[in-house]
Structure formats: structure tokens, C-alpha cells
């Protein structure tokens, strides 16, 4: 397939150079075939370099479309969702604590914050991503906030 392309050129350009020659022999332009050829190669492998570039250069465009719910803010007041608190049975410091890591607090900054120590905060967390039946602090937020337990 690689070289069907390459003959199909070769046999092009033998046939040009057959065209020219009964030309220069035909129309006596003897003195003037040298330029006639130069510039029939010129404008062959011009057009081949388009041709080459345009196939290169077309980028192959590929569309991902990326579905996600967003959850909007009803309004000024946020309004907690305490049957979902119930069910899933957190404490009033573990509320805390998924308010601050909301807030993009770190483990520590949580700690300073409300006067614990840094392990007293990581149990917490640990319990929180256990009810919340999550692996990250991320998902902990968003799941908390499309139970309505934070705003």
C-alpha cells in the first residue's frame, strides 16, 4: 500500500517528462525546456507539499463530553437537613470537623481550630468517611452537601 502511492508518482512524473519531450521535439521550444521542466517540477512538488501539510497538519479532534450534577444554593439560608444527620448518625464535633474540611482546612488547622489534638481530629475523620461510606475528603464534602447536611 506504502509504495502504490510512491509508483503511482514515479509513473506521473516518467509520463510528464514524455509529454515534455514530445513537446520540445514538437514545438522546437528546445531553448526553453530546461525552464519549462524546473517549473513543471516546481508546481508538482509544490502542490505535493500542500497536499502533504494539509494531511499532517488537520488536527484529529476528539469531543469528551463530561456530565456532572452541580448542586446550586437554593438561597442566603442554609437550612440542615437533620433527618439525613439522623440517619447517618453524626456527632455534633464530626459536623465540625466536615464543616472545616469544607472549608479547606487542613488536619492540623481542624485541630487548632477547635482545640484537639491532631489524632483526635484524624479519628474523626476516619469515622466520617465511615458513615459517609467514602475514601476521600472530597467526596465526603460533596456527598455532605448533596445530603443537605452542610451548606
Known amino acids: 500500500m506504502k509504495h502504490k502511492?510512491?509508483?503511482?508518482?514515479?509513473?506521473?512524473?516518467a509520463l510528464l517528462l514524455l509529454v515534455m519531450r514530445w513537446l520540445e521535439i514538437r514545438l522546437?521550444?528546445?531553448?526553453h525546456a530546461q525552464d519549462i521542466y524546473f517549473g513543471a517540477i516546481a508546481v508538482i512538488f509544490t502542490l505535493l507539499g500542500i497536499w502533504i501539510a494539509l494531511k499532517?497538519?488537520?488536527?484529529k479532534k476528539e469531543v469528551v463530553v463530561v456530565e456532572k450534577t452541580v448542586y446550586l444554593k437554593q438561597g442566603d439560608e442554609f437550612v440542615r437537613n437533620e433527618t439525613a444527620l439522623a440517619e447517618i448518625n453524626l456527632s455534633p464535633r464530626e459536623t465540625e470537623v466536615l464543616e472545616l474540611m469544607a472549608n479547606g482546612l487542613s488536619n492540623a488547622e481542624i485541630a487548632a481550630k477547635l482545640f484537639v489534638s491532631l489524632n483526635t481530629v484524624k479519628t474523626h475523620t476516619s469515622k466520617l468517611y465511615e458513615k459517609l461510606e467514602v475514601k476521600r475528603r472530597t467526596q465526603a464534602v460533596?456527598?455532605?452537601?448533596?445530603?443537605?447536611?452542610?451548606?
Not at 522546437?28 to 531553448?31: A, K, T
Not at 460533596?142 to 451548606?151: C, P
Open 5 to 13: 502511492l510512491v509508483i503511482v508518482y514515479g509513473c506521473a512524473l
Open 56 to 59: 499532517i497538519a488537520t488536527p
Open 28 to 31: 522546437l521550444i528546445m531553448s
Open 142 to 151: 460533596e456527598k455532605a452537601r448533596q445530603m443537605g447536611i452542610i451548606a
